[in-house]
């Protein structure tokens, strides 16, 4: 069956509108007006994102120097690599909300109430561990409800959310399978 869509809805602007709108409002940066979300309730909900992320990385690093243990050696290298990784989202997420005109919210007052998920220390190595995967299971939760709240409506925002909770889920993978292999059971089933 042909696409007819292409067919049907014809370009929203020929290159002459275009280059002049890209004159107009240059203090606006990369906000266009093709962006159909509203770039201040955007940075209030990357603000929030960008909480989430900066309490990851104090978490996983605190947990990388405070697991004891013989047998903690391996969760203490992933717990490093998750707060290197979780570094990295927070500085995507500030890039994001700079380039929508914000400031972002770097300031530890209040970040735990910003934040979705929480800071635990960890009673011992399979706490920590599984303090880490509550916070990634949230974190994926909610990027997933991100993603579909952007939408089309703020397609880059919406990557950028897709991008994290792809990294976000293989650490919820890492997270299970640390938790299996300390228990010693085997929490999904096999299938």
Same mark, same amino acid.
């Given at each position: 069956?042909?696409?007819?869509?292409?067919?049907?809805?014809?370009?929203?602007?020929?290159?002459?509108?275009?280059?002049?709108?890209?004159?107009?409002?240059?203090?606006?940066?990369?906000?266009?007006?093709?962006?159909?979300?509203?770039?201040?309730?955007?940075?209030?909900?990357?603000?929030?994102?960008?909480?989430?992320?900066?309490?990851?990385?104090?978490?996983?690093?605190?947990?990388?120097?405070?697991?004891?243990?013989?047998?903690?050696?391996?969760?203490?290298?992933?717990?490093?690599?998750?707060?290197?990784?979780?570094?990295?989202?927070?500085?995507?997420?500030?890039?994001?909300?700079?380039?929508?005109?914000?400031?972002?919210?770097?300031?530890?007052?209040?970040?735990?109430?910003?934040?979705?998920?929480?800071?635990?220390?960890?009673?011992?190595?399979?706490?920590? &561990?599984?303090?880490?995967? &509550?916070?990634?299971? &949230?974190?994926?939760?909610?990027?997933?409800?991100?993603?579909?709240?952007?939408?089309?409506?703020?397609?880059?925002?919406?990557?950028?959310?897709?991008?994290?909770?792809?990294?976000?889920?293989?650490?919820?993978?890492?997270?299970?399978?640390?938790?299996?292999?300390?228990?010693?059971?085997?929490?999904?089933?096999?299938?």
């Amino acid at each position: 069956m042909p696409d007819t869509t292409s067919q049907t809805m014809p370009f929203l602007s020929d290159v002459a509108t275009l280059r002049a709108r890209a004159r107009e409002h240059l203090e606006h940066g990369a906000v266009t007006p093709a962006l159909n979300a509203d770039p201040a309730r955007t940075v209030e909900i990357l603000q929030n994102v960008l909480a989430t992320e900066l309490v990851c990385v104090l978490r996983y690093t605190q947990h990388a120097v405070t697991a004891s243990g013989l047998s903690s050696q391996g969760a203490k290298a992933e717990f490093a690599e998750h707060a290197r990784e979780e570094q990295d989202h927070a500085m995507w997420v500030a890039e994001r909300i700079a380039q929508l005109g914000g400031t972002p919210n770097f300031d530890p007052d209040g970040m735990a109430d910003r934040s979705a998920s929480q800071f635990s220390p960890g009673e011992n190595l399979v706490d920590m &561990i599984r303090e880490n995967l &509550i916070a990634e299971r &949230i974190a994926v939760e909610h990027y997933q409800e991100l993603v579909r709240y952007f939408g089309d409506r703020d397609p880059t925002t919406r990557a950028l959310i897709e991008r994290i909770l792809a990294v976000e889920e293989e650490h919820a993978d890492d997270m299970h399978d640390l938790l299996v292999a300390h228990e010693g059971q085997p929490m999904l089933p096999n299938g």
